[in-house]
């Protein structure tokens, strides 16, 4: 029997499929036309977007949610407008393949159309990036960038397929053929068991332990090896990034988010004798470590070996999948009595109630509302089942403050590297991910403008998602830190924009609420009109406590500095 002749392209089809990959998001080009022909045969679901930055943002948001790849497809100039969605994809630590077209390599280095050097590029923003030189090893560099992507911390990488290498033809036999091997299957790394024992040992010796919970640990959206350490150790949690929600901010042991300026009990992590790190790297966001006193012993798990220690020295640092080692710390600790930290709790707890009262004060029904106000109101209609992504500044902050993740991988704030403009383009890859799930964005008016064109892409794709835009007429945290700085606002004010008439124009629903009446019922149809939906709020421009932090900081800085 004769051998079969294949392109390129239908072998990056039939590899990416047999990876499991489904969903592709695009915008077409000159550069990606053969493969995205070649996909159209084999069953691909394309989301085309109205920019490739949010296409990327799509990719990365659908990696974190759903712990599949996220594939975003572009050609060259389109490639250069993905960077953000891969930047914040390295920092989100989101399973991503960027694949991009280019033109034929003979023409490369010549000034061939829109040539630019994609891999240069990609390589600042991903764990990886190469160019594929020849259709034989399609197959095998893509099971390889698949492989990199999921080894230790998660993250990015990228591909450039040239014109050519595309429509180049080959024998069946002549490449190694993809099978259903999913390479992001690489097993699971252990810790020795001497490690996990010092480890369990400095948390029961402890008396005022604590567990946080980073994006590392958030990969599973099984939180049962969590909440099993939690409930032996009888240890306080809180988690953050891919993290919120492993075990629920409703468990008498979780004390929510660990946010220093959104979440008061965090005012006590620096009385902590002994601090179990999983998967949160040791950066700005946690004083490079030096939140826990001096003396505080800290056990530090983390799938990049490089994180172990890294600006703050531990006592025991174990290196592996992070979800693996918390099972073994889990089966460790039953070999152990632990006491109840009922006096530890009870202050950090004590503290949560008084920000719940503060909280309270704040959110009065007046006009103009303020953003604890609106949320309030929110809060009463949201069920266990919802995803909230969030986008923007001070209004979401406020938001953050109050509502709750009871469930793993359900709720989705950008990563350190605060890239705005992801909400929306998250959202969307939320309600891909799971359709029978209500998705609610929640955003601030600046951050909204990056990416607001995407409704269209909502409602060509009938993707009903929710937005709660609060509209400030600024841009919140950088407003407040110029005025408490520099005693006045340079180039962060906005208007009122209706920003509800230009979702009604790419085909959605938009409400305008301007008093504090006609938000509830402005709510209520846009959970009931089945469309993609926003909610044009107008808020006081309030300061929220992450901007009130951020003053002290730049104050502090500059106090040094002089």
């Not at 829109?114 to 990609?122: M, V, Y």
């Not at 949690?237 to 946010?259: A, E, K, N």
Request: glycine content about 10%.
């Amino acid at each position: 029997m004769a051998k079969q002749k294949l392109t390129g392209s239908h072998l990056i089809a039939h590899t990416l499929k047999a990876e499991g990959v489904k969903n592709i998001f695009t915008i077409a080009g000159d550069h990606t036309l053969p493969v995205m022909d070649a996909m159209a045969d084999n069953g691909f679901n394309f989301v085309d977007t109205r920019h490739e930055q949010a296409a990327s943002f799509m990719a990365d948001g659908y990696g974190r949610i759903t712990g599949n790849l996220g594939v975003v497809m572009t050609t060259t100039p389109g490639m250069v407008n993905a960077i953000p969605g891969l930047a914040n994809g390295l920092h989100s630590e989101s399973p991503m393949l960027s694949l991009a077209g280019s033109a034929e390599i003979s023409e490369l280095g010549k000034g061939a159309n829109q040539e630019i050097d994609q891999i240069s590029l990609a390589s600042a923003v991903t764990k990886g990036a190469w160019m594929i030189t020849d259709a034989r090893r399609i197959p095998d560099m893509i099971a390889m960038a698949i492989r990199t992507a999921y080894s230790g911390r998660r993250g990015p990488v990228h591909l450039t397929v040239p014109l050519d290498v595309q429509e180049q033809e080959v024998l069946e036999g002549d490449f190694r053929s993809s099978t259903d091997t999913h390479n992001k299957h690489v097993g699971s790394v252990l810790a020795g068991s001497e490690e996990i024992k010092q480890a369990i040992d400095i948390l029961n010796n402890a008396v005022r332990p604590l567990i946080i919970a980073g994006a590392s640990a958030g990969y599973s959206s099984d939180g049962s090896a969590l909440k099993h350490l939690v409930e032996t150790t009888k240890i306080p949690v809180m988690t953050s990034d891919q993290s919120r929600g492993l075990i629920p901010d409703d468990h008498p042991y979780c004390l929510g988010y660990f946010d220093s300026a959104l979440n008061w009990a965090t005012k006590l992590v620096g009385d902590a004798d002994a601090v179990l790190i999983l998967g949160r790297k040791f950066d700005n966001s946690i004083g490079y470590g030096d939140i826990f006193k001096e003396d505080c012993k800290i056990v530090q798990v983390d799938p990049d070996q490089r994180q172990i220690g890294r600006n703050r020295g531990v006592h025991v640092g174990l290196t592996g999948a992070v979800n693996a080692i918390i099972a073994q710390m889990a089966d460790e600790s039953t070999r152990h009595v632990w006491a109840e930290k009922k006096d530890w709790i009870a202050d950090m707890t004590a503290l949560k109630q008084s920000q719940s009262e503060w909280y309270a004060n704040l959110a009065r029904p007046e006009t103009p509302m303020h953003a604890t106000y609106v949320h309030s109101v929110l809060n009463r209609f949201l069920d266990p089942e919802d995803i909230l992504v969030w986008d923007g500044g001070d209004f979401g902050h406020f938001g953050r403050m109050l509502h709750k993740a009871n469930q793993p991988l359900s709720w989705f704030y950008f990563a350190q590297f605060g890239t705005l403009g992801n909400g929306l383009p998250t959202a969307l890859a939320a309600k891909i991910a799971h359709p029978n799930r209500r998705v609610i964005l929640i955003s601030g008016d600046g951050g909204f403008g990056f990416t607001a064109m995407e409704f269209d892409t909502a409602v060509r794709h009938n993707l009903p998602i929710i937005c709660i835009l609060g509209n400030d007429a600024c841009w919140g945290i950088d407003y407040h830190i110029q005025v408490g700085i520099y005693g006045r606002p340079v180039a962060t004010n906005l208007l009122t924009t209706r920003y509800d008439k230009v979702v009604e124009g790419l085909g959605g629903y938009g409400q305008f609420v301007q008093t504090h009446d006609e938000f509830e019922p402005a709510l209520k149809r846009a959970f009931s009109s089945g469309r993609p939906a926003l909610i044009n709020t107008v808020i006081q421009n309030g300061i929220s406590p992450r901007a009130e932090a951020a003053i002290v900081k730049w104050r502090n800085r500059r106090a040094k500095n002089r």
